[in-house]
């Protein structure tokens, strides 16, 4: 059974980082792409980022674009997601998250099939 474990949240200051780590278990870890997205209260989960089983390729959503990276270590089944220069709208519970078929690099909420519990991500102004 897929599982995915999320850290690294925590509460920040406007301009301030923090970097999130998944830990994945249970499967081939380096044969899957893997993606960040995150949600706010009273709104949809929407995409952040999302990284290729190899780490060659990555995806960003515009908001995030040049501000947050994506990463992984397929050595340690981690990825990450180093954020600078946080902003107050970055604020939401980060949820990691991976599909349950290799070969593609999928960004929709509904192509993604094993989740974590999330981390809270807070950026005060």
């Known amino acids: 059974q897929v599982q995915l474990v999320e850290s690294g949240g925590g509460l920040v200051q406007a301009g301030g980082s923090l970097r999130l780590a998944c830990v994945a278990s249970?499967?081939?870890?380096?044969?899957?792409?893997m993606g960040w997205f995150r949600q706010s209260p009273g709104k949809e989960r929407e995409f952040v980022a999302v990284i290729s089983w190899s780490g060659d390729s990555t995806y960003y959503a515009d908001s995030v674009k040049g501000r947050f990276t994506i990463s992984r270590d397929n050595a340690k089944n981690t990825m990450y997601l180093e954020m600078n220069s946080l902003k107050p709208e970055d604020t939401a519970v980060y949820y990691c998250?991976?599909?349950?078929?290799?070969?593609?690099?999928?960004?929709?909420?509904?192509?993604?099939?094993?989740w974590g519990q999330g981390t809270q991500v807070t950026v005060s102004s």
């Open positions: 998250a991976a599909p349950s078929l290799s070969g593609w690099i999928p960004t929709d909420v509904h192509e993604f099939d094993y």
């Open positions: 249970g499967r081939t870890f380096n044969s899957y792409a």
